[in-house]
Structure formats: structure tokens, C-alpha cells
């Protein structure tokens, strides 16, 4: 008995430590990145190499606008190519020594240049907009670009679906039978009208795993990574259904846009605040200066370090109800709890994370929290 008992837990402790190792290591680059962006921004500022781009791209052009757009492409590309080691690494090298990506340096160079290219007709109409009313309005630019910012987001998640999301994966309508047939009963038992159940072709870039709900409105949908459906039982299918299905009765959609929207209306109104109290101290005068703009980037970026925390707290929370409401709905706490581990090792999540890494990092709760919870709904 004992010798057909210690392989599989030695197996389960490697696994559990290469997991680790992992994860550890992502929280490193993450870190890395994030030491980077800020020190690049404050060396751009102090250095005067903003002021230098600036009086360049005003050189070439009397229209400020366009001038502000050559001011951010250089500095973009600046940014690019400098996060470009750390991004090849964390994105590709790693992923591919811990067998997680079916990616070839090719695909990943396409991936990455298709991401910068659709994000070029989202920022740019957003920048253009900010510094208009920057421009008109000045220290009270912030209250008309928050309106906009969370008009924009809805737009997007209106749109995302159907518009952007086809460009990076293949979906496809899932296939008449019992699978469709057990989602589509939640769907009508929770009173959820949804377009459609899509696959999409995420084995494509990696053997991870995902599912979920996408879109607002009338683009609502489900999609189901092919990864899952592959390796994953129609209960344990349903499970991960009934959990997104959760997020949608709890209301967590609208919610998120709503403290979304709190939390961009305080951070735009708290950096616009310190933006000009602090343009003097790296010796600028007018807050639509456009070698100045930098400083305020500064600034978005310690809110969002600050805020980050309490955003994966309110996201843990949010996962605690829709995996109350999956175990309710479903009635099934083994096939969740054999969810959870199959995602663990798929994905090669970190179980039990250290406490603070979970508070600083963690968007969801660990996966032996959530088995635990699991567990004891069984008990009850």
C-alpha cells in the first residue's frame, strides 16, 4: 500500500513547488516591469529628454495635436523596446520552459504587434480628447475626461465581442449536444439571454485553460476555451459555467462599472490635484506643457499601485459569491473541487500562496481557499 501511495504524492509535492517556482517568478518580472515604466518616466522628466521631444515634434508641426501624437509615439516606442527583454522573456521563455505555450517566436512577435496595433484607435482618440479639455479647462480637465473614460468603457465592452476579441482567437457556435444543452438550462434558469456558446481556439498560444462571460447588452456571450473542453468533463464544464453564470445573477458587472467609475473619478480628480501642485518642482509652469505630461503619468501610476490592492480585494470578494452561487446551482461540490485542481495543475496556478502575495497580486482567491469553501459546502 505504501509504495502505491508515495509516487503520486511526491508527484503532487514536485508539482506544487514547480508551480511555485513559477508563479514567483512572474511576480518578479511583474515587479521588474512595473520598477521600469516608473524610473523611465522619472528619467525621461528629469533627464529634460521630454523637453528636448517636445521642442522637436513642435518643430516639425504648428498643430499642437499632432505634435502631442509624435511626442507619445516616441516615447511608446522608447517604452516598447526598453520592456521589450523583460516581455520576451516573461511572455515567451518562461512560458515555454514550464510547457505552458504552444507559441512559435514568430506567433509571439504577431501577437504582440497585433495588440500595439489595435490599441493605436483606442488610446489615440482618448489622448486627443484629454488634452483638449486639458487645454480648455486646466486644472479641471479631469471631471469631462472621467465622463468620457466611462462612456468609452461601456462602448468597448459593447463592442469587444464582436469587434476586437475575433481578431486574436477563431470563435466558433459550440455544437448541438449535452454540454450546450446543460448551459443553455442554467442560462434559462438564471434568466440570462445570451447571443450565443462560442469555442474559441486558445490552444493556439497555450495549453492554459479560461472561460467566461463577454460583453453587455445585446453582444452578451459565452465563450469556452477549446483547452477546456478538451481536458475537462461536461460537469466540471458546467461548474466553470455556473461560476460565471454567478458573476452575472450577483450582479458583479455592473457593479465593477460602477466602482470602476468611482475609482476613475477620484484618481483622475487626485492626480489632476497633484499634477499641479507639483509641476514646479521639475520646473514647469503650464499644466497643457507637453514635455509636463510625463509628471502626470507619474502620478496615475502611484494610484494605480495604491489602489491595485483594494481592487483584487473587491475582485476576491466578487469570486467568493459566483463560486457560492456555482456550488448552490449546480449542487456538485466534487466536480468543482476537481475543477479547481485540474486548473491548478493546467494552469499551473500556485495553491496557497503567501497571504500578502494573495492581498497584493491575487484577482481570485487561492485554489485551497476555494476547494476548502467547497469542502465545507459539502459538509453542510
Not at 137 to 145: A, K, Q
Not at 205 to 222: E, H, M, P, Q
Not at 251 to 257: N, T
Not at 279 to 291: C, E, K, M, P, Q
Request: aromatic residues 12%.
Amino acid at each position: 500500500m505504501a509504495g502505491s501511495v508515495e509516487p503520486p504524492v511526491t508527484v503532487r509535492r514536485n508539482s506544487h513547488e514547480k508551480a511555485k517556482r513559477y508563479n514567483r517568478i512572474r511576480i518578479t518580472l511583474s515587479l521588474l516591469e512595473t520598477i521600469f515604466l516608473f524610473s523611465f518616466v522619472v528619467i525621461i522628466v528629469l533627464s529634460g529628454l521630454s523637453r528636448i521631444v517636445a521642442e522637436l515634434a513642435l518643430g516639425v508641426t504648428d498643430n499642437t495635436y499632432l505634435a502631442l501624437l509624435m511626442f507619445a509615439a516616441a516615447f511608446g516606442l522608447l517604452e516598447i523596446v526598453g520592456l521589450l527583454p523583460l516581455a520576451f522573456y516573461s511572455g515567451f521563455i518562461l512560458e515555454h520552459k514550464y510547457d505552458l505555450s504552444n507559441q512559435s517566436v514568430g506567433r509571439w512577435v504577431w501577437e504582440k504587434g497585433k495588440s500595439v496595433l489595435v490599441s493605436i484607435p483606442i488610446v489615440v482618440p482618448i489622448l486627443l480628447v484629454f488634452y483638449f479639455f486639458l487645454r480648455e479647462l486646466g486644472n479641471l480637465w479631469w471631471l469631462p475626461v472621467s465622463v468620457i473614460v466611462l462612456l468609452f468603457s461601456v462602448v468597448l465592452a459593447r463592442l469587444a465581442p464582436t469587434l476586437i476579441f475575433p481578431l486574436f482567437y477563431k470563435f466558433t457556435p459550440l455544437e448541438e449536444g449535452s454540454l450546450r444543452e446543460r448551459i443553455l438550462h442554467l442560462c434559462t434558469d438564471g434568466g440570462l439571454r445570451v447571443e450565443g456558446v462560442f469555442s474559441f481556439n486558445m490552444s493556439k498560444n497555450t495549453k492554459k485553460a479560461n472561460a467566461g462571460f463577454t460583453g453587455v447588452g445585446k453582444s452578451k456571450r459565452i465563450i469556452l476555451s477549446d483547452t477546456l473542453l478538451t481536458n475537462f468533463s461536461e460537469e466540471e464544464i458546467e461548474t466553470v459555467f455556473a461560476h460565471e453564470l454567478g458573476h452575472y445573477k450577483r450582479g458583479h458587472i455592473w457593479k465593477g462599472i460602477l466602482t470602476g467609475m468611482v475609482s476613475t473619478f477620484a484618481g483622475l480628480f487626485l492626480t489632476a490635484q497633484l499634477y499641479g501642485a507639483s509641476l514646479s518642482w521639475f520646473g514647469f509652469t503650464r499644466v497643457d506643457d507637453l514635455a509636463a505630461l510625463p509628471v502626470l503619468s507619474i502620478w496615475l501610476g502611484i494610484y494605480g499601485l495604491v489602489t491595485s490592492p483594494l481592487n483584487n480585494a473587491l475582485s476576491r470578494r466578487f469570486e467568493r459569491e459566483a463560486d457560492q452561487f456555482a456550488l448552490g446551482k449546480t449542487n456538485n461540490p466534487d466536480a468543482f473541487i476537481s475543477t479547481m485542481k485540474k486548473l491548478a495543475e493546467q494552469n499551473l496556478a500556485d495553491v496557497s500562496p503567501h497571504p500578502i502575495v494573495e492581498f497584493l497580486f491575487y484577482s481570485h482567491p487561492s485554489i485551497e481557499k476555494r476547494v476548502r469553501f467547497a469542502e465545507s459546502f459539502e459538509q453542510r
